[in-house]
C-alpha cells in the first residue's frame, strides 16, 4: 500500500458506556495490523476512547485507564433538579491525564457529539476548544447527569439521543472510508425473556434506538460489531472483557477492512489525487452545519 494513494480511514465510535472499552481493543487491532486511523469521531463512551486516542495518549494507557476508571470518576451527587449528579468530575479526570487537550492540537482531528437539549439537535464539537468539555458533554446522560451548559449558553446532554453511532460526522471529515464500531448491536442479552414492566420499557427503548442507528450505520463502509451484548451498560469493572472481546472483533474484521482498501486504491488510481485535494473543502463541514460548535 502506497501512502500517498492509500485511502484515508475515519472511525465512528457509538455510545454505549461502559461497554465503550470495547472500542480499545478494535483500535488496538487496527493498529496493529497497520490499519491507519486518520479521524475519529465519537459518541458518549466512544468520545471518551476516540478523545483520548486522537490526543495521543498510548494505547496501553488507554487500557490502564479502562481497567481503573469507575462511577465515581465520573459523576458525584448534586442537588441540582436537573439531574440526580453532576458529570464534572470527568471533565477534570480527562484534563488531568490526557496529553493534549485542545482540538486545534490534537495529532489526530476528532470530533464528539452532544445534543442540544432545548431543540434535540446535534452539536458538533471540533476543530478548535476544550476537548475534555465535549466528552464531558457528550457523556451527559440526560436525567442522571446535569446538562452541561456551553459558553454560548447551550444545554448540552449525551450525543446518543440523536446519533449514537456518529458515522455522518465521521464521514463530514472528507474520509474515503468509514469504519463505524457499535457495541450496541447485539443489544442486552443480559435480560433474558421480558417478564417485567422495566424489562418491557428497555426492550422498547432498545428498538428504537436500533431503529435510529440505521441510517447512521448505513452511512459507513464497514461495521465492527463486538459481542458485549451480555454485558450492562453500568458495568465498569468488566473493562478487560469489554476489551478483549473488542480485540477479537477488530481481529476478525481485518481481512474485510483490508480488501475494503486495497479494492479503494485499484479502482481509483487516476482520479483519487485530485479528489483528495477537493477535500480541503469538506474537511471543515459538519452534518448538521447550522450546530457546528467550534
Not at 207 to 223: E, G, I, P, R
Request: proline fraction near 5%; include cysteine.
Amino acid at each position: 500500500m502506497v501512502a500517498a494513494t492509500r485511502p484515508t480511514i475515519a472511525l465512528a465510535l457509538s455510545g454505549g458506556a461502559a461497554r465503550g472499552m470495547a472500542h480499545v481493543g478494535v483500535i488496538r487491532a487496527l493498529t496493529e495490523n497497520k490499519i491507519p486511523i486518520d479521524y475519529i469521531a465519537g459518541t458518549s463512551a466512544g468520545s471518551l476512547v476516540g478523545g483520548a486516542f486522537a490526543s495521543g495518549m498510548p494505547l496501553d494507557q488507554i487500557e490502564d485507564l479502562g481497567r481503573k476508571m469507575r462511577w465515581r470518576d465520573v459523576g458525584r451527587v448534586t442537588m441540582s433538579r436537573l439531574g440526580v449528579q453532576s458529570n464534572e468530575r470527568l471533565e477534570q479526570y480527562l484534563r488531568d491525564r490526557l496529553p493534549v487537550t485542545r482540538f486545534e492540537d490534537l495529532p489526530v482531528p476528532f470530533a464528539a457529539v452532544a445534543t442540544e437539549l432545548k431543540t434535540g439537535m446535534a452539536v458538533v464539537l471540533r476543530d478548535q476548544g476544550d476537548v475534555p468539555f465535549a466528552i464531558r458533554a457528550s457523556c451527559a446522560i440526560p436525567g442522571w447527569y446535569v446538562p452541561v451548559t456551553d459558553e454560548q449558553g447551550r444545554q448540552l446532554v449525551d450525543g446518543g439521543l440523536v446519533a449514537v453511532v456518529p458515522a455522518s460526522v465521521a464521514r463530514s471529515f472528507g474520509a474515503d472510508i468509514v469504519i463505524a464500531v457499535d457495541v450496541n448491536a447485539e443489544g442486552a442479552k443480559f435480560l433474558g425473556p421480558t417478564s417485567s414492566v422495566i424489562g418491557v420499557v428497555l426492550q422498547s427503548m432498545l428498538v428504537v434506538q436500533k431503529t435510529a442507528s440505521h441510517y447512521q450505520l448505513s452511512l459507513s463502509d464497514f461495521v465492527i460489531r463486538p459481542h458485549v451484548g451480555h454485558i450492562r451498560w453500568d458495568e465498569m469493572g468488566r473493562a478487560e472483557e469489554l476489551m478483549t472481546a473488542g480485540y477479537t472483533a477488530g481481529t476478525e474484521s481485518v481481512p474485510e477492512i483490508l480488501a475494503l482498501i486495497d479494492a479503494a486504491v485499484k479502482s481509483q488510481p487516476r482520479w483519487y489525487q485530485l479528489r483528495r485535494r477537493k477535500k480541503g473543502d469538506v474537511k471543515r463541514t459538519s452534518p448538521f452545519p447550522e450546530i457546528l460548535a467550534h
